[in-house]
């Protein structure tokens, strides 16, 4: 099986190489000849990954230790469930994963319209192809999953113990879902400059996919800072790591795309921005995986075998020349049609979103590459860490969480100021009784609590501001002749219009996300005591009392100590928390397992720091206030994206009555 | 157009403001002896020293408790970790010198793209400037409940 599937792999490369070539061929000589023999390709390059997938998963389901790979991810005690999942916990499974993904996406694109958008298909599958070639160049001639050892070990290395977590299921496929997705807009972004259609066909064909990939990306962040919640043992979720950066920064600049788009797709402006935007998102996936990859950077999620930097930074290379060469040369058919009537509209907000969106994403940017300029100016190794983002980008991030609950409210066009007073005199109001509320309430000595003050005062003017438009929506829709009551007309306002409505369930996300960090931020408290069996110590209105420590024989190279700690309120028992130290043959550390109990105020976060032989154990134990609204945050940006992709049969009917009317709409502005 | 112009610099001059009103009190952050300095582990975890579990963090964390207890300040324990481990012990870049560079430069990036967001509205407002003010109507509190909530569903068919 290993045999077939090393040589799926080069099956895939040659087919690969064929189908870029006759698609090129076919479009530039007009061959439909070689254009349908091209039309074979996607399927099989795709049919020789999932061969070549599945054989290396054989390895891991069935120990066979002769794969250097399976060797080194596994053994004999791993459970199935992370066997399955070793597949991508080192480079080499990782980059095959990566052209799996790939190598599906491009055939449902090829399903979806193989048989319509003719002028732009044959160029997405060639340029798609080109990536999918420098993978399988990649995994057949310098990074080899089949790679063999010629005396096969009796057992394998194991999978790192911080990877044995149900979140390794789901993260890094999530995590690639979302990188990998941003290829498919890209693509078509690269078809319409080389064939010249530059008309908002690409957009509206990729739009969807571009919300995919944001959609996963996004999922993928957060379901990674769960990961590190849960597992490392800090008490933190976010450490701005040179990796969680490179995840952050594609998703800070699709953001962006996602949001001038709109304003392609009703003025017919921003053409090159837009374009050079998806591009620029495109590129941020592969600087990721650069990243990640070439061992340049110190990280924690660095791969043992970084040795691919070169060839990334290549591609890198190679791909941004493209880009800024095609934008160049297509610069007079990329010009608008619109021009920009005021700054007070919904336009210039939308530009000022891309603005601090950008700025945010260059202010991580600048700090994951700082430590390499200043080694090469300085010659001094310098570290960039958590308190140089923060204070860099909470400023620029809550001027970003005005513009949510400004930018949609502000009229298109031209806002006039009556306008405005109409739409934001509410939503200032309850800011205003926030901010005095917050006052007496929270307290405010430290630089960090008058940001998380800030915070709170914009999420809550935010809000407001969002729930206006569902309650103006769903009041007139009340008033027609044939209206409901409140509930079903919320319901069907929604339904009706789900881009617009489910982008503002995004923003009521977003807001959420935003009061979480800053509550959890500020207000978190930590103590950490060593104590004997039977002791207590009080942290806030809580008792902790240190209970018992047993340990448990889990697997034959798998040990769990575990501490019970209970958690008393006024004398009641609230919980008893269960937190555990995992002892790995062979792992010269411990693995902490926390134990945590989440309410919608706070969470109560237990660390078996230490134990000694007397049964004394250290204890650490966190009150994180507010961190499940993070949680509840992202699952209402899930449900909202899932508002916003739903299949909209007068979405079509919409658009041609939008493109009809646009001339006269926008007419008078132009005269 | 001066006053949008007037508009987006108030706009950026308030993020700016609010920065260096961040940066101002980097004292207080540095005060944090723990949030200053990143743990120096043998497995290079990469992380703050606040954040870290190992068990070099905890005895790090002891040897600056007594160090504290001593009478040195969090400056001269800075300092004394900055001169054994060099500037890489430091959690973020000093702000001095070339280092400097490293929390200006986002900022510089910002305004440099708000002046030129500005000056591409200016061009294309020049470019397409309309005779006349497309103004938006007051709104007529006598419109009917049933005609402004035609409007209301029109324009959500136009903003969708």
Known sequence: MNDIGEFALLVALATALYGCVSYIMAVRGNRIDLYLSADKTPVIV????????????????????????VWAYSNKELDTFYKLASFWGGQKGSLLFWTLILTTYMCVVYFQNRKKNIRLMPYAMAVMFVIIIFFLCLLNFSTNPFERIPLPPEDGRGLNPLLQNYWMVIHPPTLYLGYVGFTVPFAFAMAALISKNLDDGWIR???????????????????????????????????????????FMPLLVATAFLHSIQIQEKKDMMKVWNMSLVLLTFVMTIFGTFITRSGL????????????????????????????????????????????????????????????LLGIGFATFWGTIFPIISEAVRGVKITVGPPFYNQVNVPIGLALLALIGIGPVIAWRRATWANLRKNFQVPVIVGLVTAAVLFSIVPLTGRSEIFTYMTFILCAFVMACILREFLNGARARMGLEDGGNFVSELGTLTWRNKRRYGGYVVHIGMVLIFAGIAGS?????????????????????????????TAVEATSVKTRVIAEVGVFKDSKR???????????????????????????????YIILADFNEDESA???????????????????????????????????????DRMKKQEAIFAPAQE | ??????????????????????????????????NALMCKCDDKCGKVLLNCTCSTSDKTRAEFSKMLDSGLTVDQIIQMQVEKHGETILSSPSKSGFNLTAWAMPFVALLAGGFG?????????????????ATEPEEDESIPSKYSSRIQEELDNIES
């Not at chain 1, 020789?48 to 002769?66: E, H, P, Q, R, Y």
């Not at chain 1, 978190?524 to 420590?549: A, C």
């Open chain 1, 521 to 549: 931020q500020s207000y978190s408290v930590h103590e950490q005591k060593h104590l004997k069996m039977g002791e207590s110590f009080k942290l806030r209105d809580y008792t902790i009392t240190y209970e018992k420590l």
């Open chain 1, 618 to 656: 250290t204890l650490k134990v966190y009150l994180n206030p507010m961190v499940s609204w993070l949680w509840t945050g992202g699952w209402v940006i899930a449900f909202g994206t899932m508002i916003c992709m739903w299949p909209d049969r007068l979405e079509q009917r919409r658009r041609l």
């Open chain 1, 46 to 69: 795709w049919v020789c990954v999932v061969i070549s997938s599945a054989a290396l998963w054989k390895g891991f389901i069935t120990n066979d230790f002769s794969l250097q790979y």
């Open chain 1, 574 to 604: 609230v919980w008893t928390g269960r937190p555990e130290k995992e002892f790995y043959k062979g792992q010269n550390q411990p693995v902490s397992e926390v134990d945590v109990l989440s309410t919608i105020v706070e969470d109560i």
């Open chain 2, 1 to 34: 157009m001066k006053n949008q112009n007037r508009l987006l610099t108030i706009l950026l001059a308030l993020v700016l403001v609010i920065g260096l009103a961040g940066n101002a009190q980097a004292a207080a952050v540095l005060a944090d002896l723990e």
């Open chain 1, 297 to 356: 950077i110190q990280s924690v999620h660095t791969f043992d075998e970084a040795t691919l930097g070169y060839y990334f930074l290549a591609f890198l290379g190679v791909i941004i020349v493209i880009c800024t060469v095609l934008i160049i040369t297509r610069l007079p058919l990329l010009k608008s049609k619109n021009e920009l009537d005021s700054l007070l509209s919904r336009e210039a907000s939308f530009l000022i979103n891309n603005l601090l």
């Open chain 1, 205 to 247: 064909l990729t739009r969807k996919w571009t919300l995919l990939a944001w959609f996963f990306l996004c999922m993928g962040n957060l379901f990674g800072a769960s990961w590190a919640y849960v597992e490392l043992g800090w008490g933190g979720y976010w450490a701005w790591d040179p990796v969680e950066n490179a995840a």
């Open chain 2, 117 to 133: 967001l500005s000056k591409i509205v200016e061009a294309w407002k020049k470019k397409g400037a309309p005779e006349e003010q």
